[in-house]
């Protein structure tokens, strides 16, 4: 599509505000309501957060990319890193009344995406978040 954004950047925790930025104006110009697009913000902030932390163990020297596309019914963002593998489906959140810092970044994406996956292919993680344009009224994610 046109309106798809890829861009590579480095991993450096620097990058975070430039990566939110490009989020939020790609969700907002898919047509995504303020809360919405604060709320897939979020997510992705979490995701790349994770990349840079445990994928790259804090290694400010690498490079992850991530694309927005989208089309009439559904926003996707993918983040693409070379990192450390990990497995999404072995994340189980904490309980809610666990008071330690840090750990709850799964939790919200699952919370605030409508469809998370991840795959790892030649070397590489990918993590899929997917955000619905038209969810219904009753629904839940």
């Given at each position: 599509?046109?309106?798809?954004?890829?861009?590579?950047?480095?991993?450096?925790?620097?990058?975070?505000?430039?990566?939110?930025?490009?989020?939020?104006?790609c969700?907002?110009?898919a047509?995504?309501?303020?809360?919405?697009?604060?709320?897939i913000?979020?997510?992705?902030?979490?995701?790349?957060?994770?990349?840079?932390?445990?994928?790259?163990?804090?290694?400010?020297?690498?490079?992850?990319?991530?694309v927005?596309?989208?089309?009439?019914?559904?926003?996707e963002?993918?983040?693409?890193?070379e990192?450390?593998?990990?497995?999404?489906?072995?994340?189980?959140?904490?309980?809610?009344?666990?008071?330690?810092?840090?750990?709850?970044?799964?939790f919200?994406m699952?919370?605030?995406?409508?469809?998370?996956?991840?795959?790892?292919?030649?070397g590489?993680?990918?993590?899929?978040?997917?955000k619905?344009?038209?969810?219904?009224?009753?629904?839940?994610?």
């Amino acid at each position: 599509m046109a309106d798809d954004v890829e861009i590579t950047i480095a991993s450096h925790p620097r990058w975070l505000r430039l990566v939110r930025q490009v989020v939020e104006e790609c969700a907002r110009t898919a047509g995504f309501a303020a809360q919405d697009v604060h709320n897939i913000t979020v997510a992705v902030g979490e995701a790349v957060g994770n990349v840079m932390k445990h994928s790259y163990k804090g290694a400010v020297d690498r490079s992850f990319t991530l694309v927005c596309r989208s089309d009439p019914d559904t926003f996707e963002v993918q983040i693409r890193d070379e990192g450390e593998p990990f497995d999404l489906a072995r994340m189980k959140p904490r309980p809610p009344d666990e008071l330690r810092v840090g750990g709850r970044g799964v939790f919200l994406m699952r919370t605030l995406m409508d469809e998370i996956d991840y795959s790892r292919s030649d070397g590489a993680n990918i993590i899929r978040m997917r955000k619905n344009l038209r969810t219904p009224v009753c629904g839940t994610h």
